[in-house]
């Protein structure tokens, strides 16, 4: 059984020596007390409910997977994971970020963001069901009526309710203009809504009492595409003016979909037969609140494969330290046993450092953004909120697309790690692969984050936010262009930065000729630039462990060693997608249809 341990140190070396973030917080009415001890005591408590309630249910909900009743309509989840999600509402975790107002504990996202990154690395589908849960409290914290906020938001603040989110149809995914769900007005002001959607993540389970569904769907009248959407809440109870739970709604479960991984999570096929719901904001302005959940689970998204890096390097590491095959080509290095541990092994360890700088970097980037989002909902300087908010919207989908890209590289590289054992169930690392593959489609498949960042949010302004972000990282590289000790990393940093730069430029001259060249470069463009992302993560990351190479603690001269190979052995992948770019949309497009 595959084992974890917390990367507490990496955290509080991220929290508090990378991002400063006790002193953002500061800045912050809403987070001005919040100290280092505070976030370091929360951290381990949650790292401990991570490792030793629900990771140990992780292999087993995999195997056993979720269960419908077809005459009831229920699911069951895997054993254990009931019981577990009643010590996880017991503890108060589901309060964390939560709004005072509704019973929540107020802390920073940057705080739950630590925290999320523990649980999905202990068990990714057993999280699923919690997670989704705040990203439906966020769309009703930020669009419900508020009646809808006296009902639902305390009850999914204590998680005594969970939520979800109903988009995808059979005949629709990411183009939710064609979905087809219709809502009826009634004359007490509620819909009697009617469809199906597939897809639908912890949809129906036995872990809460209640199950709140935001679901999308059209008024009669609504204008065709996506904008005439709109957005309402669907209990799987109906919920009584008291906040009691009222009679069965009509929305069920009419099948489980089988899959490749996250198999302890219930994927449900949900029918909609005149269930009764309210509407969350306003009449066809349903995607604007429901991308508030959207963004949330995107950022989620990229969470969960950061979990699972972390997860599959720790354990490709261990097996590589204690299993023996072969001598090192240079001569023996464990003379005393038949063969060499495999860790001395140049390739094994280049599989295993870029587990491990792709977890660190992506550990790096989620921290930085979580607190970009905390000041643009908290901060009082209106220029900072939107300077904030920009920054968020940007880095969104380089989060969900190149971290969960590089997750799956990174679990593929520690299965391997293990040889056939590997591939083995009870080791557990194919399940980590199996599960890390979903993360690169839902939510919006990776190319449409990397559409919507070259197209929305890079070329719609003509880069402004791109160059916000980019200044940035010029200035960083002015301050350190004079230290020698840095040159190996400030170098490269400057040159991806000017490169990306120029590619954008290129691409974007391109498009105003043919806007399809846009999709031709789109995926690449995006890890180019999640590699500068990274670039700058690592550069920040290598001048503090410079600073403390010499301190007796290992970790630094980790760090340091983990930061040259990111930027020798990962960041020159960068040359042949700037190539492929370039190469533009002419060889994609000349064949006929009628030759595929």
Known sequence: MPQYNPPLRDMQFVLHELLHVADELKMLPAHAEVDEDTINAVLEEGGKFAAEVIAPLNLSGDAEGCVLDKTTHEVKAPKGFKEAYAQYVEGGWPALSCDPEFGGQGLP?????????????????????????????????????PEQKRLYLPKLTSGVWTGTMCLTEPHCGTDLGLLRSKAEPQADGTYKITGQKIFISAGEHDLAENIVHLVLARLPDA????????????????????????????????????????????????????????????????????????????????NQSLGLTEVAYQNAVAYAKDRIQMRALSGPKAPDKAADPIIVHPDVRKMLLTARAYAEGGRALTGYVALQLDKALSSDDADERKACEDEVALLTPIIKAFITDNGWIATSHCMQVFGGHGFIHEWGMEQFVRDSRINMIYEGTNTIQALDLLGRKILANNGAVLKKFGKKIAEFVEEEGTNEAMQEFINPLADIGDKVTKLTTEIGMKAFQNPDEVGAAAVDYLRVVGHLTFAYMWARMARLALDKKDSGDPFYTAKLSTARFYFAKLLPETAGLIRTCRAGLSSLMEMDEALF
């Open 109 to 145: 996202v940057v705080v739950n963001n630590a925290f999320y990154e523990m649980l999905n690395s202990a068990n990714q589908a057993w999280t699923m069901y919690p997670g989704l849960s705040h990203g439906a409290y966020e769309a009703l914290h930020a669009h419900g009526t």
């Open 223 to 302: 204008p065709a595409g996506s904008k005439g959407i709109s957005l309402f809440v669907v209990p799987k109870f109906n919920v009584n003016a008291d906040g009691s739970l009222g009679e069965r709604n009509a929305i069920y479960c009419g099948g489980l979909e089988h899959k490749m991984g996250i198999h302890g999570n219930a994927t449900a096929q949900m029918v909609l037969d005149g269930a009764v719901g309210t509407m969350v904001g306003q009449p066809n302005k349903g995607l604007q609140a429901m991308f508030v959940m959207m963004n949330a689970a995107r950022l989620g998204v990229g």
